[in-house]
């Protein structure tokens, strides 16, 4: 309790440094938080307050808002969620949910199941950028009744924006360290065919040794709609080379690396008669990771990995009288070519159902199951219900139980450099998670309270052998985790229409892990304990717009509370829009992922621009 109190009291003082100053009451709405939102990281697309879980969603007006240059920056943002940067500005980021490792949470995009067997660490090889992106749903908890394997801890779903008008947008920006960025975009709307193209060059000199960034990507989404039946698309590439010391030894802190990441997907929703509809998708992605132990000495370590992935997904829905079922069956095949990890295929198939079916008036139910089969693994399953009783739309209660489930990475089965060896004999590993909560409004206020836990079998980590010199993966006979989350938000200018501050949201997440292992591992016990974020959205004088957050992070491994804050600044002025921000304000010093400290103080400026 001492530990909320003084969270609470922090962030509040925190707060009061935006709000000194006497405000022009002429702004742009605050951000509804009542707004229907129609969330599709579920087999059967709901109403944010109707899917019976904690769902967030991150919508392009926040991505707008926040002082974010990336999907990574923006995460940091989403309560329960532990972001490990190990390089900032989208060079390489860990995303896991709740306690869970990176690789315990699946990566969607536009619902599709982005698959790396190499490993975790390139789940978010991306070429995305913030103008790209309607909304990104994080859906906690147990999720491999819906996607199979690795959504043991949740699912990230990335939805790409749509274009209802022909557009341009384009935004130079400039910073310390030697940071330029620079974004395009184009949006072509055409009867009932529309596209959008992007593109973006991000490059800094890094604020340590090897920690620099250069970084180009691009993208093409679209669709068309005819009658009943809707078509979309989308392709891309991003190329990124960035300095990668102290990402898993402090014996070399002058490592780097380089990816190069392909994919393209497109996808068919149509009726197949009066009473069934069916989904179809494909996705294809390959990436390229090549590593370097010694930048200016290839020859010393050098590994080059080339994975190869493709999905096909079928779904079909029809309705009852009450009820909702969804249908799905998966196929897909993996290659990896690699010098470290050797050669593999792999071929995968997997069956699905869900059924929602509305018990009573107040009373909602969902139940599902997943199976996969792999052609060099036993197969795996997943389960899981949902039930919600929703008496009235301010207020809900939910309770989620869940099974999930995930096969070993190709790293962590064959890798081996001086510091990390893989284990051929490697178990899959699952987990049993629930959560009981619920929301309601007193008055504007949004209240969202849950508890969480997950009892983890089998977990795959790395023990510490030799003194910390070599970790080899192993797995671990059980991992618990219990928490609670809490999130109040309160639309202020809904109360008091003169106030400066328009928005204000504060949220704490608190974990306890216990391992049955005694053992040193790299992730089980390096997860956060407590977690708090508050936000402030702020109209200044002349209309300029102030996101200020305050994060508030304490870790198991060292127990020390930290806390780090951003801000933006922005004003319209026509079809331009000038930006100031900056991350880590106080300079924060903190170990984030693998050795590799957290950026220090870090300013950008520069103007966005926006033609129709």
């Known amino acids: 309790m001492q530990r909320i109190v003084l969270l609470f009291a922090f962030s509040i003082l925190s707060v009061s440094l935006c709000l000194g100053y006497t405000a022009d009451t002429t702004r742009p709405d605050t951000i509804s938080i009542r707004k229907a939102v129609i969330v599709t990281a579920a087999r059967i697309p709901l109403e944010l307050t109707s899917v019976a879980r904690t769902v967030d969603v991150l919508q392009s007006a926040d991505l707008m808002r926040l002082p974010a240059r990336s999907i990574q920056d923006a995460l940091v943002f989403v309560p329960g969620v532990d972001l490990r940067s190990r390089g900032p500005y989208g060079a390489q980021s860990d995303v896991s949910i709740r306690g869970g490792s990176y690789e315990q949470t699946t990566v969607l995009l536009n619902g599709m199941r982005l698959t790396d067997p190499q490993t975790g660490h390139h789940q978010l090889n991306l070429p995305l950028a ?7 749903e994080i859906v906690k908890g147990g999720a491999s ?3 199979g394997p690795g959504a043991m801890d949740g699912v990230v779903n990335i939805v790409t924006r749509t274009a209802t008008s022909s557009s341009v ?13 620079g974004r395009f975009s184009a949006s072509l709307v055409s009867n009932n065919v529309h596209n959008i193209v992007s593109a973006q060059r991000v490059q800094h000199n890094g604020y340590r040794q090897s920690t620099d960034l250069h970084m180009t990507s691009a993208l093409v989404t679209g669709g068309l709609t005819e009658g009943a039946t809707t078509v979309s698309w989308l392709g891309g590439w991003v190329d990124k080379s960035f300095g990668a010391g102290l990402f898993y030894s402090p014996r070399f802190p002058d490592a780097w690396e380089r990816t190069a990441t392909w ?7 149509a009726p197949i008669s009066d009473n069934w509809s069916t989904t179809i998708t494909g996705l294809y992605r390959r990436n390229n990771d090549e590593f370097l132990l010694k930048r200016n000495d ?5 590994n080059t990995h080339t994975t190869n992935t493709a999905t096909v997904t079928a779904l079909a829905t029809t309705s009852f009288s009450i009820a909702t079922l969804t249908l799905g069956a998966e196929g897909g095949i993996d290659n990896i070519v690699s010098s470290n990890l050797g050669d593999h295929d792999r071929v995968r198939g997997g069956l699905s159902f869900e059924l929602r079916a509305n018990l009573t008036d107040d009373i909602s139910a969902t139940a599902g199951y997943n199976i996969m089969a792999f052609s060099d693994r036993t197969p795996g399953y997943g389960f899981g219900l949902d039930m919600q009783w929703r008496p009235s739309a301010d207020h809900r209660l939910f309770v989620t139980l869940n099974r999930s489930y995930r096969i070993p990475t190709y790293t962590e089965l064959y890798y081996r450099d001086p510091t990390t060896v893989g284990n051929a004999a490697l178990k899959p590993e699952y987990a049993l998670t629930g959560e009981v909560g619920g929301g309601l409004m007193i008055g504007e206020l949004d209240v969202r309270l849950s508890a969480f ?8 980590d790395y023990v510490e052998r030799d003194t910390g010199v070599i970790f080899v993966a192993d797995n671990i006979e059980a991992v618990d985790i219990r928490g609670i989350e809490a999130v109040l938000t309160l639309p202020v200018s809904k109360l008091w229409a003169a106030s400066p501050l328009t928005l204000l949201q504060w949220t704490v997440n608190y974990s306890d892990v216990s391992s049955s292992s005694a053992a040193t591992t790299r992730y089980t016990r390096d997860q956060l304990r407590w977690q708090s974020i508050i936000r402030a959205d702020v109209t200044l004088p002349l209309d300029v717009l102030c996101t200020f957050t305050v994060r508030i992070v304490e870790r198991y491994n060292d127990g020390v509370m930290r806390s780090i804050g951003d801000v933006r600044f922005q004003r319209s002025i026509g079809f331009l829009r000038v930006i100031a921000e900056a991350s880590n304000l106080w300079n924060t010093t903190m170990i984030e992922a693998g050795f590799v400290p957290i950026a220090p103080r870090w300013f950008r400026a520069g103007v966005e621009a926006s033609i129709y």
């Open 453 to 460: 836990m997950r009892n983890g079998r089998s977990l795959i």
């Open 145 to 147: 009744r819906l996607f």
């Open 130 to 136: 913030p103008l790209d992106i309607d909304r990104i």
């Open 263 to 269: 994919l393209a997907g497109a996808r068919v929703m």
């Open 169 to 181: 947008l384009g935004s130079v920006i400039g910073g310390d360290f030697g940071f330029v960025e």
């Open 298 to 302: 290839p020859a010393f370590y050098r």
